[in-house]
């Protein structure tokens, strides 16, 4: 599904060139369960905001479902994003102003969805992550756990085929970051393919594929044996 | 629910600036009033002269015997012109491009009696086309000269609207009789009021005005001449040509080179109208101007705030963007937003504006310099005119900061803090 060819993220900040990621190699199959680890700066976000068509590569070929994706205007990389990918943030990425509700009904109105199949998919999202009964609060006024599980909600209410998730669980306490990753296993267990970064050894365990980055390189790249499902 | 969100947004915006929004508006309602109340008053005086200067008629010409400065076979030079009865005739019969002619006779200080009441005042004698060309109409109940009063130089006259007052009060005027240097003459008639801008004797509102034949009769056994000649061409775009047949005409009955152009004077009324007219648009284009410059400053302060506001949610349009926002999204819900801005100030701009006028127009203007000027009058132009300045404004000063803010890179905006 994802097939990257030596690609290259270089960052021209006028005095140095930051190589962000250097000849990096990568296929994705469909529902796979991968984590990314690797220090701080080593080109971990860089990586999937690729992945996830919100960043193009400076060098180098990056095919989508056989697509190359370098050469799609801004528009055709919005729809992508709209409809192939659901990000989900370590800060969750909420608007502060609209309801739960609005939140998650966002990608839809991108997607252009008429006012009741907006609802329709609103409230099954909703009801999945058990937050029906929230749907008029803001999301200040909810625990991180369950604006963690908002955003997830909205990553999800366009039926994406690739869930990526950078450090998901890096602002929860560990039980509610385990019920986030519990959320995440299942959609993979229902066909998603669910790529994240984690720092956390414990929760990249429980995914079948841990991808170590250094220096804007891969360092390993090995299915999971270990983990016990 | 899409509508709902802009509100949404729109009101945290404004908590966020109450100030700067509120400064905003009020400038824009500012520069709306004046752009509006610029162009309404220009509108009224506009209206108001239009109306002044038809009190003296149609596209008229005014003719006066003038001095000759060139000698002409034989005859020597600062001869004075002047014209006769049978003048009127021959110009008639010599250039038909002239519709309507009326010779006129002048004096002052004639003694108009009614009962108890005696004044001295204008006496015109002219003929029936003065109804027309000088806009001499009769009140209801009333009529001016008729051609049957030319024949039998009947002792009839026609009052100016100020002079019947003066004589008759609130009394009826027509039918009566009232005695012109002591010889009895039936009123036939009362001029209309009407505002006058541009008179050569006194103003109409005040002259008497009788035949030509009977004036011919009474008035001019010791100076036979007309006052001056009045006519209308029936072409006013000829004007000039009809201008040179009355010189060749007159030229040859008086002996006077037709190259001599001090020897008749013009009134060229038309002319003068055209002139007029521009300077009015001139005014109009001005005050519009002034108003545009307040509109373009509010305009400025739309921009400003919509810069801001895209800074400020540089996150949200990072977010957006990664939702799969279409960067013509992003731009219209900030272009939409200045322009609602623009929308809400030129609105309360608009209602001021309005309750002014409206205001003004329960003042009742006595003065008399004041009312020349008018009352301001926002016709369906005007507000059609502010309208799309305010739109332009609007969408002009919401087109950059919505473009910075449709331009943004989608990483580096979800990493703004
Ligand atoms: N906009 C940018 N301009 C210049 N350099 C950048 C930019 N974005 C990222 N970098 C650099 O690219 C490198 C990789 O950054 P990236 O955010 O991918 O790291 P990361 O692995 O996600 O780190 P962390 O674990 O801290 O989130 C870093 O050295 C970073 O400084
Ligand atoms: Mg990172």
Redesign the pocket.
């Known amino acids: 599904m994802i097939r990257m060819k030596s690609i290259w993220r270089v960052?021209d900040?006028g005095k140095v060139k930051?190589e962000?990621l250097r000849n990096i190699d990568l296929f994705i199959q469909p529902n796979e369960f991968i984590s990314i680890m690797?220090p701080?700066?080593?080109?971990?976000?860089?990586l999937m905001n690729i992945i996830g068509c919100l960043d193009v590569p400076t060098g180098g070929n990056y095919a989508l479902e056989g697509k190359e994706v370098s050469k799609l205007h801004p528009n055709q990389l919005a729809e992508i994003r709209n409809r192939k990918m659901g990000f989900v943030f370590q800060n969750f990425n909420l608007l502060n102003y609209a309801s739960v509700y609005e939140n998650v009904e966002l990608p839809l109105i991108f997607a252009g969805l008429s006012f009741r199949k907006r609802r329709k998919r609103v409230e099954e999202m909703l009801d999945r992550v058990g937050l029906v009964e929230r749907r008029n609060h803001l999301p200040s006024e909810l625990s991180g756990g369950e604006m963690q599980r908002i955003a997830i909600a909205r990553a999800l209410v366009n039926n994406p085929s690739i869930i990526l998730a950078d450090e998901p669980t890096g602002n929860l306490d560990s039980v509610t970051g385990k019920e986030i990753i519990n959320i995440f296993e299942e959609l993979w267990s229902q066909g998603n393919t669910v790529v994240m970064i984690t720092h956390d050894p414990e929760i990249s365990s429980r995914t079948k594929r841990i991808i170590k980055?250094k220096d804007g390189m891969i360092e390993n790249d090995e299915k999971n044996h270990h983990n016990h499902q | 629910m899409k509508i709902l969100l802009l509100a949404k947004l729109f009101a945290s915006d404004f908590t966020k600036q109450k100030k700067k929004i509120t400064l905003t508006v009020l400038a824009l309602t500012w520069g709306t009033v004046a752009i509006v109340m610029l162009l309404a008053f220009g509108e009224g005086m506009t209206r108001q002269l239009r109306k002044a200067r038809s009190g003296l008629g149609g596209p008229i010409v005014i003719l006066w015997g003038g001095e000759t400065t060139i000698p002409y076979e034989g005859l020597r030079r600062g001869r004075e012109i002047r014209f006769m009865d049978e003048d009127v005739e021959l110009l008639k019969k010599s250039i038909p491009e002239i519709e309507l002619i009326s010779g006129e006779y002048s004096r002052w200080g004639r003694t108009l009696e009614y009962k108890d009441k005696t004044i001295s005042e204008h006496l015109t004698g002219v003929y029936p086309s003065f109804e027309q060309m000088r806009a001499h109409i009769a009140q209801k109940g009333g009529r001016f000269l008729n051609e049957l009063d030319m024949k039998n130089r009947r002792r009839v006259i026609f009052l100016g609207h100020e002079l019947k007052e003066k004589l008759f009060g609130q009394e009826e005027a027509v039918g009566k009789t009232l005695l012109l240097d002591n010889i009895p003459f039936t009123v036939i008639g009362v001029m209309v009021d009407k505002m006058q801008m541009g008179m050569y004797h006194g103003p109409d509102v005040n002259t008497a005005t009788i035949p030509a034949t009977t004036f011919k009769a009474i008035y001019t056994q010791r100076w036979p001449y007309l006052s001056n000649i009045v006519y209308q061409p029936r072409d006013p775009k000829r004007v000039k040509h009809v201008e040179r047949e009355v010189f060749r005409v007159l030229g040859k009955k008086y002996k006077f080179d037709p190259e001599d152009d001090r020897a008749l004077w013009f009134w060229d009324v038309i002319e003068g109208r055209k002139i007029f007219d521009k300077i009015l648009l001139g005014i109009q284009v001005f005050l519009g101007i002034m108003g545009g410059l307040t509109l373009m400053i509010a305009g400025v302060g739309v921009a400003n705030i919509m810069y801001v506001t895209v800074r400020r949610r540089t996150k949200e349009i990072g977010i957006k963007l990664a939702l799969g926002a279409r960067r013509g999204y992003i731009m219209w819900q900030f272009l939409l937003e200045a322009i609602a801005i623009s929308a809400f100030g030129g609105a309360m701009g608009m209602t001021t504006s309005f309750t002014i006028t409206k205001i003004l127009e329960k003042i009742p203007v006595k003065e008399e310099g004041l009312q020349w000027l008018g009352k301001p009058v926002i016709s369906a132009e005007i507000a059609l005119l502010t309208a799309v300045a305010l739109g332009i404004v609007g969408v002009a000063s919401g087109y950059f900061p919505s473009l910075r803010a449709s331009k943004l890179d989608p990483v580096?905006s979800l990493r703004y803090e």
């Open positions: 960052y900040t930051v962000a690797g701080s700066g080593s080109g971990k976000s860089t980055l | 580096e």
